[in-house]
Nanobody, 120 residues
């Protein structure tokens, strides 16, 4: 069973919005720090947003004020609401559980991700 399944990506014009979902197995969401990552062609995978078990959030500077991460423990799902999208947000987006907020290590196998393409 794949522990993390991302969905919600698509093609959107610059300035538009998308909401990504990450459906997790078992109690992954309620038990861990959860984060969204993205990987654009030619770039390293970067963490763009994270949320702690207590609900505290952090964002990379490039998405602060435009993206919002949230979690629904009852549904074992993490969301990423993306607004004011820019072409540079184009990437494959993944979710996972980092070892802690500052760690580059993750606890689970990567899912297939969901493609977000922002046209100018």
């Amino acid at each position: 069973q794949v522990p993390l399944v991302e969905s919600g990506g698509g093609l959107v014009q610059a300035g538009g919005s998308l909401r990504l979902s990450c459906a997790a197995s078992g109690s992954i969401v309620s038990s861990n720090v959860m984060a969204w990552y993205r990987e654009a062609p030619g770039n390293k995978r970067e963490k763009v947003a994270a949320i702690t078990v207590g609900g505290s959030t952090t964002y990379v500077a490039s998405v602060k004020g435009r993206f919002l991460i949230s979690r629904d423990n009852a549904k074992n799902t993490v969301y990423l609401q993306m607004s004011s999208l820019k072409p540079e947000d184009t990437a494959v987006y993944y979710c996972n559980a980092p070892l802690d907020l500052s760690s580059t290590l993750v606890l689970y196998a990567w899912g297939q991700g969901t493609q977000v393409t922002v046209s100018s």
